[in-house]
């Protein structure tokens, strides 16, 4: 059985992709793109979980960073990025589980100079305290998800900092991944404010009234996300 056939002339058809107005949405939905992050933040205080899994947390250097990255194919392409936030002083935690590297999750304190703290904490328009951290880009290999790793390892990063002394932690999650939005909710974290912002030709971004600029992965020392235009925000 076939579905109904489509009665329009190809030649009508043709035309109709080629109509001003359709292929001039089509090209901004291209070239613009809506986002909107959640901040959300947690008070670091004395908490007890009952870990389900193997996975255990160790402090990563160059070399232990440089290995993850090397043994995954998922994480591959995510070295010169890492390397670069080694270079700008942020600090890795890494999960491990028998013996093999399978994660990691990283932050800074409002210690690193501002040259050199996340490019988030402009957009965000947030400032750092003493005690507090910005962690972001927590993530685990696929083969090493489930079963409550992904649960240890937000309990086990939140201890770790505590340990170290810090009080609070930040970060951010897109507002559309919604099982991020509830795992951050089911640890305990609450919503700051939600950001909004537009993106052009993946170059462009505007952001809380700031214009930025997408960095090169040369020439400037944050190699990745975005930098504030001089003169605006």
């Known amino acids: 059985m ?9 030649g009508e058809r043709a035309h109709s992709a080629w109509d001003p107005r359709e292929l001039g949405a089509r090209i901004r939905a ?10 959300m933040t947690r008070e670091l205080v004395e908490e007890r979980f009952a870990q389900k899994t193997a996975l255990r947390v160790l402090e990563g250097d160059r070399r232990a960073v440089g290995r993850l990255c090397r043994e ?35 932050w800074h304190d409002h210690l690193v100079p501002p040259a ?41 990063f939140r201890r770790h ?27 305990g974290y609450k919503p700051v404010r ?4 537009r993106l052009y030709a993946g170059v462009l971004l505007r952001s809380e009234g700031q214009i930025l600029l997408r960095n090169p992965p040369f020439g400037v020392r944050q190699k990745f996300d975005f930098r504030l235009l001089r003169g605006t925000g």
């Open 194 to 197: 939600t950001v909004e912002a």
């Open 72 to 106: 995954h194919a998922e994480l591959r392409r995510l070295l010169p990025r890492c390397e670069s936030y080694l270079d700008n002083g942020y600090r890795a935690l890494l999960a491990e589980v028998d013996g093999r590297l399978v994660g990691h999750v990283w």
């Open 161 to 187: 900092l505590r340990g170290l002394g810090y009080t609070r932690v930040f970060g951010h999650v897109d507002a559309g991944n919604t099982p991020a939005v509830w795992l951050h909710k089911l640890q």
């Open 116 to 156: 050199c703290a996340h490019p988030h904490l402009t957009r965000y328009r947030l400032r750092l305290e003493p005690g507090q951290v910005w962690g972001f880009d927590l993530f685990l290999v696929e083969r090493a998800r489930g079963g409550g790793a992904s649960n240890d390892f937000f309990a086990l």
């Open 2 to 10: 076939t579905g109904p056939r489509d009665e329009k002339d190809p």
């Open 30 to 39: 291209h070239l613009v793109q809506d986002l909107r992050d959640v901040v």
